[in-house]
């Protein structure tokens, strides 16, 4: 099975999915890759799309690098988890159209990390939230620290980021981090009535004003530092 997939609902709507299912779709380099071409798959397809998901396969969003990845026998060299990681990010601003992580189950390290590359963020309550990297005796990487900053406001992403103290859905959606946070069985309802409401829109201000928004975040906090 390849480690991420691709369906299209119609012309508006695409779906990339992390299919690691047996690792809680933890990111691996290979992963990573994977993850990069898709976005610019669908990127590519900038006249029609209007709605970008993303999700993981089965009980979790994504449980974060595979940590086998930092074992010294790996055979991957650090710098490219780093520059694999970095392409992804960039990869997913690049999509001109809204882009919506759907979370449940972990969303753990550099799960957290790729949801705060998306536009719009909504959750099952039940979400584990968790930045264990100080933990791990690892930096975060791939822009995350400047992202989760911005996302989560600067005193939360340093309490969370110094303390890898997990959080849940309702801590992350009072701080402005999620869209919606709502009941585990509700939520394909909750992530179709916001699909539905984005694809009613003009696709053409519909995209000019997600550009603008970027525009003005990145402003106030560059992701591309590299760390």
């Not at 809680?24 to 799309?49: H, K, M």
């Not at 970095?86 to 001109?96: K, Y």
């Not at 890898?164 to 009072?174: H, L, M, Y």
Request: proline share 6%.
């Amino acid at each position: 099975m390849d480690e991420v997939s691709i369906s299209y609902r119609g012309d508006l709507q695409a779906t990339i999915t992390i299919e690691r299912p047996e690792t809680l779709n933890s990111l691996a380099a290979s992963t990573l890759t994977a993850l990069a071409r898709a976005a610019a798959e669908v990127s590519a397809r900038r006249d029609s799309l209007k709605v970008v998901l993303l999700e993981g396969r089965g009980r979790a969003f994504s449980s974060g690098l595979d940590l086998r990845m930092l074992e010294p026998d790996c055979g991957v060299p650090v710098r490219e988890i780093v520059r694999g990681g970095e392409a992804v990010m960039e990869a997913f601003d690049a999509i001109p159209a809204v882009t919506v992580a759907v979370l449940k189950g972990a969303v753990v390290g550099g799960g957290v990390v790729l949801a705060s590359a998306c536009d719009l963020r909504v959750a099952a309550d039940d979400t584990y939230f968790a930045l264990p990297e100080v933990d791990l005796g690892v930096p975060v990487r791939w822009g995350g620290v400047p992202r989760l900053v911005r996302e989560l406001g600067p005193s939360l992403a340093r309490e969370l980021l110094l303390t890898c103290r997990p959080f849940t859905a309702q801590e992350a959606k009072a701080a402005g981090f999620l869209t919606d946070s709502v009941p585990p069985g509700e939520l394909d309802d909750a992530v179709r009535e916001l699909v539905e409401t984005l694809c009613g829109k003009p696709a053409h201000p519909l995209r000019a004003v997600k550009r603008s928004i970027a525009e003005a975040v990145e402003t106030m906090a560059p992701a591309r530092t590299g760390f």
